[in-house]
Structure formats: C-alpha cells, structure tokens
C-alpha cells in the first residue's frame, strides 16, 4: 500500500506593487470621494473618446483606491484582521 504525505505550506498572498499598502492610513471617507472623482473623470474621459493609455491609467488608479477602501473598511470593522495581517 502506498502512502502519501502532505506537508502544509502557508502561501502568502502576493500583491502586486501597485496595491501595496503605503504607511499613511487614509480615510474611509476621503476614499469614496476619490474613487467618486475617478469615476467621473472615466466617465469623461470616455465621453472624449480619450486614448486607451489614459482609460487605462484611470482604470489602473480606480483599481488601487477600490483596494485602498476594502482594507480601511477591513480595519474599520473588523480591527483584529489588521493586526493577523501584519503578522503574516
């Protein structure tokens, strides 16, 4: 009879460098609004028929503030999961 061994590997997740987490904390807040001006900004841009390097910087900054906001809300609700996080 043959037997297998699993070991267990704690993968972390990798994120790309554009959605690293700076030092300073912004605010729920600030963060919606933010993502409110970048969304208005696409909706302009395409209204301009702008070129696909800007769409795409804009999606690119939409992506990242939409990030930003999951973990501040991570925080704001959940201040345990912050801490484990880190620790990982």
Do not use: C
Not at 2 to 19: A, D, G, K, N, Y
Not at 52 to 66: F, G, S, T, V, W
Not at 73 to 78: A, G, K, N, T, W
């Amino acid at each position: 009879m043959m037997t297998t061994e699993m070991q267990s590997i704690v993968l972390r997740p990798v994120v790309p460098s554009r959605f690293r987490r700076g030092s300073k904390r912004v605010t729920v807040e600030a963060l919606m609004q933010e993502i409110g001006d970048l969304t208005a900004d696409r909706q302009r841009l395409r209204d301009r028929q702008a070129a696909p390097a800007k769409l795409e910087r804009n999606r690119i900054q939409l992506a990242r503030k939409q990030w930003q906001l999951s973990h501040a809300l991570i925080e704001r609700y959940l201040p345990g999961a912050a801490d484990d996080e880190r620790a990982a």
